[in-house]
């Protein structure tokens, strides 16, 4: 089994900053990309950015030059720095991995459980 563990969310002023964290645990070989999801009430859940093992990371339009992600791959761990912070970034943000496990090699994209970002005006 795999886990993944997000904390870093919470209330900030508009123009602030969050940091993101989540990191993977459990029966884990190898990991390809790590990325971050969000999805706003009544809203579907939507890309926000995803970083490759090795390569460029990917950001929806809505956050380039705002936001960052980073991995630390010896400890299985994904980051994204949120800056300028807009209420319009307010959701709960999602990590998802691409994940071999060690027993039987089989892939699989697993799911933190959330955690919220909430922006105010």
Not at 6 to 32: D, K, N, T
């Amino acid at each position: 089994q795999v886990q993944l563990v997000e904390s870093g969310g919470g209330l900030v002023q508009a123009g602030g900053s969050l940091r993101l964290s989540c990191a993977a645990s459990g029966s884990i070989f190898s990991i390809a990309a790590m990325g971050w999801y969000r999805q706003a009430p009544g809203k579907q859940r939507e890309l926000v950015a995803v970083m490759p093992n090795s390569g460029r990371p990917t950001y929806a339009d809505s956050v380039k030059g705002r936001f960052t992600i980073s991995r630390d791959n010896a400890k299985n761990t994904v980051y994204l720095q949120m800056n300028s912070l807009k209420p319009e970034d307010t959701a709960v943000y999602y990590c998802e991995a691409s994940v071999q496990e060690r027993v039987g090699g089989n892939w699989g994209a697993y799911w933190g459980q959330g955690t919220q970002v909430t922006v105010s005006s």
